[in-house]
């Protein structure tokens, strides 16, 4: 990458590595989808369980903000997760513009299914990594976020 006057290295450097592991993650993950799922369900789909896991019912937009996603994109998504019977979509009564998505016990289910999966990323991430080093670069990750936040 050529840079322009007044970048500094490092930022870029850093900036750079960041895409590089995310996209690798993303890789890493797809290939799994495929090796052991048979891509019964992709890559974004398990995203969004993986956000509905932790929260277990949330408006469609904080769905797209999690994932990275324009909320209109995430539609058909959705649309598949609940043909599949994953998740149910309902108005939200705030906001009749705004849908709430929940998670069904099927797609509860899910994560027994796809944790032994989603460690062995873990496992390879880490690698062989100390756990100081893993909060050092958590702690660095976070204050870079920190900066951005406006």
Same mark, same amino acid.
Request: glycine share 4%; proline share 3%; net charge positive.
């Given at each position: 990458?050529?840079?322009?006057?007044?970048?500094?290295?490092?930022?870029?450097?850093?900036?750079?590595?960041?895409?590089?592991?995310?996209?690798?993650?993303?890789?890493?993950?797809?290939?799994?989808?495929?090796?052991?799922?048979?891509?019964?369900?992709?890559?974004?789909?398990?995203?969004?369980?993986?956000?509905?896991?932790?929260?277990?019912? &949330?408006?469609?937009?904080?769905?797209? =903000?999690?994932?990275?996603? +324009?909320?209109?994109?995430? %539609?058909? @998504? $959705?649309? #598949?997760?609940?043909?599949?019977?994953?998740?149910?979509?309902?108005?939200?009564?705030?906001?009749?513009?705004?849908?709430?998505?929940?998670?069904?016990?099927?797609?509860?289910?899910?994560?027994?299914?796809?944790?032994?999966?989603?460690?062995? &990323?873990?496992?390879?991430?880490?690698? =062989?990594?100390?756990?100081? +080093?893993?909060?050092?670069? %958590?702690? @660095? $990750?976070? #204050?870079?976020?920190?900066?951005?936040?406006?």
């Amino acid at each position: 990458m050529t840079r322009k006057s007044g970048e500094e290295p490092a930022v870029v450097d850093l900036v750079d590595a960041i895409i590089s592991v995310r996209q690798a993650i993303k890789q890493l993950a797809q290939q799994k989808l495929r090796e052991l799922y048979d891509r019964e369900i992709t890559y974004e789909a398990l995203q969004v369980l993986i956000v509905l896991w932790k929260k277990h019912q &949330i408006n469609q937009q904080e769905v797209a =903000n999690a994932i990275q996603k +324009h909320k209109a994109s995430l %539609t058909p @998504l $959705l649309d #598949s997760l609940v043909e599949m019977g994953l998740v149910t979509r309902s108005e939200d009564p705030g906001d009749r513009r705004n849908k709430i998505i929940t998670l069904t016990k099927k797609g509860k289910e899910y994560k027994k299914k796809f944790t032994p999966m989603i460690n062995d &990323i873990y496992r390879v991430v880490r690698g =062989n990594i100390p756990d100081d +080093h893993l909060k050092e670069a %958590t702690s @660095l $990750l976070l #204050s870079i976020k920190e900066n951005m936040i406006l």
